[in-house]
């Protein structure tokens, strides 16, 4: 896709070496093009070097020895463009702490901060205002994209030409990424399907069977249209990969860490034993409470986000919360 005379990015970083940062990286090195990735974890740093794994976040993947780990963001410096794949919640702390730059940073993660409301985007714009800043979100499963299996996401920009050049450096023969200008539809999709992914896993935990999780499915998806709609993102986006996709992707499988989170809540578990001691993240369980009070400022009735947020901060249990949503009086179904 990159055309002639268009900048392209050929020396890649990574922020971040969870799951997802290590199978992007992955993706990228696997053809020996240089990357460099930078984790909190000493262990992951020494892992990646020495024996191209990282079993703590990936196991099961072998990496490129092209792929190299630092400890240090400063070993950062010299990439000419950063993918950010840190959760939301420790984010900020991390960009402030990135060697200062004019490389476009590509964010990868999916929620939205707490009190601020803020999303990835929103945060950089704060404190990395001369970046050229991207989204890059849909239904991408780390293990799948490491293995180089095929895989279609939406890389969204401020500009086409800035999208453009981005996904033509990201582009590879199994990794398609489409080019959009909707940096919130691409944010919004992503933030709220992991909260519903966390109420399909309930409804399956709680075997309440096939129907209602296409129940779920849909009407979450009404949920996500509204609140996106509210705050500026166009439909097409939340139609598409990072936002319907995803959500089919997340809401039909237990490999998805929120699906299999609401697996627990809906077999009667509680919410701060299933929590504790994670080393993975479920970004659902972060932002379900920040999406549900955002919504709320906003006058937006997102049910199923608000019966989440309450399931994961303990206050009602997963029978409760079914049974508030289907005793709801009925509506049109456009509302
Ligand atoms: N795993 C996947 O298949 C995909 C994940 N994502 C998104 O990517 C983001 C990162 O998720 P994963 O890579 O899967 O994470 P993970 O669950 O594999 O690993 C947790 C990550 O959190 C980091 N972390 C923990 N405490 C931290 C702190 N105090 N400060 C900075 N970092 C800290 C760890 O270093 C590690 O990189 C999330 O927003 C997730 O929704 C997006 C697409 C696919
Ligand atoms: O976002 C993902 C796939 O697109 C990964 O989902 P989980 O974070 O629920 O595992």
């Given at each position: 896709m990159t055309r002639e005379g268009m900048t392209s990015y050929s020396n890649f970083g990574v922020v971040g070496g969870g799951a997802w940062g290590t199978a992007l990286a992955q993706m990228l090195a696997a053809d020996g093009a240089p990357v460099r990735l930078w984790a909190r974890e000493a262990e992951v740093v020494a892992a990646i070097n020495?024996?191209?794994?990282?079993?703590?976040?990936?196991?099961?993947a072998t990496l490129a020895p092209s792929l190299v780990a630092t400890g240090?963001?400063?070993?950062?410096?010299?990439?000419d463009a950063l993918l950010v794949v840190v959760p939301v919640p420790f984010l900020r702390a991390v960009l402030t702490d990135l060697p200062a730059g004019d490389a476009p940073l590509i964010f990868c993660s999916k929620g939205m901060e707490a009190e601020?409301?803020?999303?990835p985007i929103d945060i950089a714009e704060q404190l990395c205002p001369a970046r050229p800043l991207a989204v890059l979100s849909g239904p991408t499963f780390a293990h799948e994209v490491a293995a180089g299996l095929p895989t279609a996401i939406t890389l969204a920009a401020a500009d086409t030409a800035t999208a453009e050049a981005i996904a033509g450096s990201l582009a590879r023969p199994h990794f398609r990424p489409y080019v959009s200008t909707d940096l919130i539809g691409a944010e919004i999709g992503g933030a709220v399907k992991n909260i519903l992914a966390i109420a399909c896993g309930i409804v399956d935990g709680a075997g309440l069977g096939l129907n209602a999780r296409a129940a779920l499915i849909s009407r979450g998806f009404a949920e996500m249209t509204r609140f996106g709609l509210s705050r500026g993102a166009q439909a097409e986006t939340l139609a598409g990969l990072a936002g319907l996709g995803d959500l089919v992707l997340t809401c039909t499988s237990s490999n998805s860490r929120n699906f299999a989170l609401g697996q627990g809540l809906g077999r009667g578990e509680e919410a701060a034993r299933l929590m504790a001691?994670?080393?993975?993240?479920?970004?659902g369980a972060f932002s379900a409470p920040v999406v549900a009070a955002a919504a709320r400022a906003d006058g937006i009735d997102m049910p199923i986000t608000d019966a989440v947020a309450r399931l994961v901060a303990g206050e009602i249990r997963a029978g409760e919360a079914i049974q508030a949503l289907l005793s709801r009086p009925l509506r049109p179904e456009g509302r």
């Open positions: 020495a024996e191209h794994r990282n079993p703590l976040f990936l196991p099961g240090e963001l400063a070993g950062l410096a010299a990439c601020s409301f803020a999303f001691d994670r080393r993975t993240v479920a970004e």
